[in-house]
């Protein structure tokens, strides 16, 4: 969306939230989902999104989150039940396994789509509700259909189903009676996943690289059925698995942080509010430092620096997102109020269903 730069105002987020604030309410509720055998999961999740969601503020307003812990347990427990259901039919028969996996994969695009509507009916900002309208139909297209054919075209229309999704998921969002609108080709997301499977590429040819260099000889070698000392063939083997691990490792903390910073600013760049719009500058080496800090202070605190490396990631996620804002924003948030008050609209419908975690 084009923004007229005479006329709009930038309104930076601002995100308040504090590692040894959040670390109090993180170790309580993990020790109390440790004591209800997981039960407590649902009210920590409630706790935890309306921290990060009170610590989110813009132009001066703040958001919250009004989510109801016995609705997600359900969820929870629906999800469980599902995988439950999946796990025993798989030490049962592989026909049973096939056919309780094809009734799981046609109710899963409906729970999405309800979880969707739960998680943005119960969102708010200055107190007015956001919501999501994505009907039933398209949530089989877009969580069924799409990943399907991606699936089967070998991955070529990946980025045309990631788009759908985005699309999806944006085109059907509101705050107050003011749609959210989506506007990106598909050709910029086929750049984005281009780009990647490139670094990927190059990433499993520098393995390919030093395993000649380590020994490369001696490992074709044991592949090709000729005489090695076993002491060798295991020294062959831990390289491949060290090779391995390390090349997993490179794609969590480079491919990783360079593919969502590029994808936030992707969809967030293409979407707008009625006559706002948005700018994410969130950058790939910005996100690769976060990313690497975060898994060596949780790697040398034995998990306890977790808390601290959610608030670091999310802090600096939220603060390079600005709203550009056409005209007087108090104005316009007044006016959404008064338009859904007008229209005797019940923002908060209850969707009582929320399978994400």
Request: proline share 3%.
């Amino acid at each position: 969306m084009t923004i007229d730069n005479t006329t709009h105002q930038d309104h930076r987020i601002a995100f308040t939230g504090k590692g040894g604030e959040y670390f109090r309410i993180w170790i309580v509720n993990l020790a109390l989902t440790l004591l209800t055998l997981g039960i407590y999961s649902a009210w920590a999740k409630v706790r935890r999104l309306q921290y990060f969601y009170r610590n989110t503020a813009l132009a001066g307003g703040s958001f919250d989150y009004h989510g109801d812990p016995l609705a997600i347990l359900k969820g929870r427990l629906i999800g469980v039940l599902m995988l439950l259901v999946y796990n025993v039919s798989t030490g049962l028969s592989t026909t049973l396994a096939v056919a309780v996996l094809i009734v799981l994969a046609a109710v899963f695009p409906w729970l999405l789509q309800r979880s969707l509507c739960f998680k943005l009916n119960n969102s708010s900002y200055r107190g007015l509700r956001f919501r999501f309208d994505g009907g039933t139909g398209d949530a089989y297209r877009v969580f069924l259909l799409w990943p399907l054919l991606g699936y089967l075209s070998l991955g070529l229309l990946t980025p045309l189903a990631h788009r759908r999704i985005k699309a999806y998921q944006h085109n059907n969002s509101r705050y107050g009676a003011t749609p959210f609108a989506f506007d990106v080709g598909a050709g910029a997301f086929y750049n984005v996943y281009i780009k990647m499977a490139l670094m990927l590429a190059a990433m499993l040819v520098l393995p390919a690289i030093l395993v000649v260099g380590l020994g490369g000889i001696p490992l074709l070698a044991m592949f090709n059925d000729a005489p090695m000392p076993r002491q060798q063939q295991f020294q062959m083997i831990g390289i491949l698995v060290m090779l391995i691990l390390a090349f997993y490792l490179l794609a969590f903390l480079v491919i990783g942080p360079w593919f969502a910073a590029r994808m936030q600013n992707l969809v967030w760049n293409g979407t707008s509010l009625g006559q706002h719009g948005f700018s994410s500058e969130v950058t790939a080496r910005g996100l690769l430092v976060i990313y690497l800090t975060n898994f060596l202070g949780i790697l040398l605190t034995l998990g306890l620096f977790k808390p601290y490396a959610d608030i670091r990631l999310a802090k600096y996620r939220l603060e390079h997102m600005t709203l550009l804002a056409v005209g007087d924003l108090d104005g316009f948030v007044a006016d959404q109020r008064q338009r859904v008050d007008a229209t005797g609209e019940e923002t908060a419908e209850v969707f009582d269903l929320d399978i994400s975690f």
